[in-house]
Structures are given as C-alpha cells and as structure tokens.
C-alpha cells in the first residue's frame, strides 16, 4: 500500500532538521518576518504567556508591514476557551487575542474549531506552520515551555521543508474542509460566537471526509501529507498501521505517552514474534506536562503520568523474551525538567511518519489529526534521520528489564489512591480512550 502511495516530489535539501525547540522559535519568527504572501498557522493553542504574545507581535507587525498579507490562525475552540488545567482564574486565549486584535491597525483572525461539542470528545490536533512555500512541521503548539522562552523546554520533532506543492495542498485543505464552515467561529472579535450542536456535528462529517490534494507522483524522494479524523476510513491510521505491518527489518517509534490503540498494539506484538527490530522512545512520568514534583502541591491530574509508565510495564513485562532476545528495545526519555512530546514512525530507514499524532487511541478516534509520509526509496535522508535519533537518546536510559519500572507500590500516596480507586472502578478502560 505505501509504495504505491503518490507523493509530491522533493529534493533531498528541501529538508531542514531544526532539532531544539529554539532553533523551531527563531525558524517560525524568522519566516514570519519575511512572508510575503500568506501565513496559516494550525496549532492545538497559541497561549496568553510570553512566547504566545510575541508570536502574536510577530505576525500583526508582518501584517502592519503588508497589509496584504493573508495571515489565518486556527486553534482548538475549546481549549482556547478554558483555563490552564490545575490553574484557577485563568479566563482563556481568546481574552488576548480580542485584546489585541482591537487595538491592532492591521488586524487578522484566530478561528476557533470545534472538532466536537466537547474537548474531552475530541479537538484539533491538526499541525502546521506554512509560510509562503515553506511548511514548518512540528508537534509543538505555542506557548513558553515549546518554545523554550525560559529554561524549561518540551522537546519535539521540528522541519522546515520547502516545497511550493506542500505548502498549497495544506492550505487548500485548510480552507476547503475547515474555514468553509459555519462552525468554525472568529476567537478575535468582540461578538460571543459559539456554534451550536448541529453545526458542529456538520463540521464533524465534513472533516472526516478531508484530504489534501496534489499531483501525485512517484519519485523516489517524495511527501504524502495525510490527515485523519474517527475510527472509520481513517487514512493517517491506516498509514501507521501499514508501517507495522509492511516493514521488513525494523521499526523506530517516538510517543510522550505509551497508551497504544489495540489494532497498533496487535500490530507492534506481530511484528516482534516475527523476529523483527522494535525501538521506542517514551517520554518518563517525569517528561509528562502533568507530573507534579514532590515540593509542589498536588491534583488529581497529577496521577496521570503515573497511569502511563504502568500501561509501559504491563507492555514490557508482556515482551520481556522479546527485551532478552535483542528484539525490543525501549528508551525512556528524562533530562531534568524538562518534558517529552515526539512523536513519529519510521520503517526500515526508508519511509518517515512526521506527525502530531500521540499513536493512543484518542488520536486514533477522536481527534483532528494530519501527518506527512517521506519515501525515502534509496535513502537519501537515512544518515540525517539517523542522526536525529542518536541526538535524541543520549538523554534515555534502556530498559533492559520491566523491573526498572516502578510499581505502584513506590508511588506517592496521593497516587495510590487514586490509581487504587480506578483499578477498583475498572475505569481505567475509558481514561485509556480520553487521556
């Protein structure tokens, strides 16, 4: 199926590793000062904090300098609408970008998509940083930590590809399947626009049905960008299952959080009994955006990294002959604190999955999703994704054996009861789905 796949042809200097989330930051402002015809940013949020507001100076200045410059901002609606989580008196985004888009000589719009009525059912996980004919692809949405505006940082996977083709077919998908729609609502005026039921239930069918269009070829240097929403003809899914399934030597998979849908499971367990590679870099509970250190207060949302590294010990303990047998190697990812966020398929060293997608069965059900497929036949770019991974694990540790993982009777207190209390609701079932 992925051979077969058309592709919009590259170059193999179309291709930019930016690998830190500085070298991301000065990349996206620096393309952002020289636009010269039209910036669409999708992003999950774009945060009221430092780094978000000057993102925000950034392009309202672009647009001061060229009024004519088609600048289109789209973030999730209801997680623009909200507060952080565990932070009280927090009013939302959408407070700043009202702020400022009133005052601005040159304003532009931030629409708000409702992928679903709620956030918890699903939101808009779609990426993607196109600026002229240059796509900058990444996991990462703005805010101080992505960005790295202090020390801390939440490390993704970050490129800057050139490519006229991309960049207009993520634009026209944009446009066709998401801003043509009723639903998708201004965040920037002064009007309370909240689209109603139905018209997000419309919005629902007509994203499901989305796809990026272009002159597929076969080059043997080529992108397919995909994108995927609901359980059901979803291609961005089919795409990692077939990367399963279809590799004849080796996997290498990056998740912050281990929590596979039960098809890639099957998929991932396969794989290993047919005596190929597997190599996972996961993010430790201390990478987790919501680990809470000891000399802080706790909350409940707080026990959810704890959550993941039992579902990893449960999956290690499983393919424990596996581990012994050379076959799997997982990495846990630490480095001070600092936070974990890649994201990624590759197979063989020939085909790269770059994508937002976490690989659990929320993305894999729920929300908006895209990624960008690079055949790479004759492995051009093998040395160059092969040097990104080996920058990536020198802050992991393998894990030689499940035991290296703790259990929950070395958790706090505060997590044992909360985890003892799913464990006897059996609700972990459907956290697993949500989270």
């Not at 629902?204 to 080529?222: D, I, T």
């Not at 259990?407 to 985890?419: C, G």
Request: some cysteine; hydrophobic content about 40%.
């Amino acid at each position: 199926m992925l051979d077969q796949l058309g592709g919009i042809a590259i170059g193999p200097d179309a291709i930019q590793w930016l690998l830190t989330p500085k070298n991301f930051k000065n990349t996206l402002i620096d393309h952002i000062n020289n636009a010269q015809r039209v910036i669409y940013i999708a992003a999950l949020y774009l945060e009221d904090d430092e780094a978000g507001r000057e993102i925000l100076a950034a392009l309202l200045q672009a647009k001061q300098r060229n009024p004519a410059l088609d600048i289109k901002v789209l973030v999730d609606f209801h997680r623009a609408r909200r507060g952080l989580i565990g932070h009280k008196g927090d009013s939302g985004n959408y407070r700043l970008y009202r702020q400022l888009m009133a005052t601005a000589e040159t304003p532009f719009t931030v629409y708000g998509v409702p992928v679903k009525s709620r956030e918890v059912l699903g939101v808009l996980h779609l990426k993607g940083y196109i600026i002229d004919d240059a796509v900058i692809y990444s996991g990462a949405s703005i805010n101080n930590v992505y960005l790295q505006q202090q020390q801390r940082y939440r490390l993704d996977r970050y490129y800057l590809i050139r490519s006229a083709e991309l960049a207009a077919s993520m634009r026209q998908m944009i446009d066709e399947f998401i801003l043509s729609h009723s639903a998708v609502v201004s965040l920037s005026d002064h009007r309370d626009n909240v689209p109603d039921r139905n018209e997000i239930r419309t919005l629902k069918q007509q994203l499901c049905g989305a796809r990026y269009q272009f002159a597929p070829g076969h080059a043997p240097l080529r992108l397919t960008p995909i994108v995927g929403l609901g359980r059901k003809k979803n291609l961005l899914n089919n795409a990692i299952l077939q990367l399963v399934k279809e590799s004849r030597a080796s996997l290498f998979i990056c998740t912050p959080y281990f929590n596979p849908p039960y098809q890639l499971m099957r998929a991932l367990t396969k794989h290993l009994r047919n005596g190929k590679q597997l190599e996972i870099v996961v993010g430790d509970k201390t990478a987790n955006d919501f680990f809470i250190p000891a000399d802080q207060p706790f909350s409940t949302i707080g026990a959810v990294p704890y959550l993941y590294e039992q579902l990893l010990r449960k999956f290690a303990k499983r393919q424990q002959w596996a581990i012994d047998k050379g076959l799997l190697k997982i990495y846990v990812w630490r480095n001070q604190r600092n936070s974990f966020h890649l994201k990624g398929v590759s197979m063989d060293g020939r085909k790269h999955l770059l994508t937002g997608s976490n690989l659990n069965p929320r993305a894999w059900a729920l929300d908006l999703e895209n990624g960008i497929l690079l055949h790479d036949d004759q492995q051009q770019l093998a040395a160059r994704f092969e040097d990104e991974q080996q920058q990536l694990l020198q802050s992991t540790q393998l894990i030689s054996h499940y035991r290296q993982l703790e259990t929950l009777q070395n958790y706090p207190a505060p997590v044992k009861k909360i985890l003892k209390r799913i464990q006897r609701l059996k609700a972990d079932f459907f956290l697993r789905r949500i989270l």
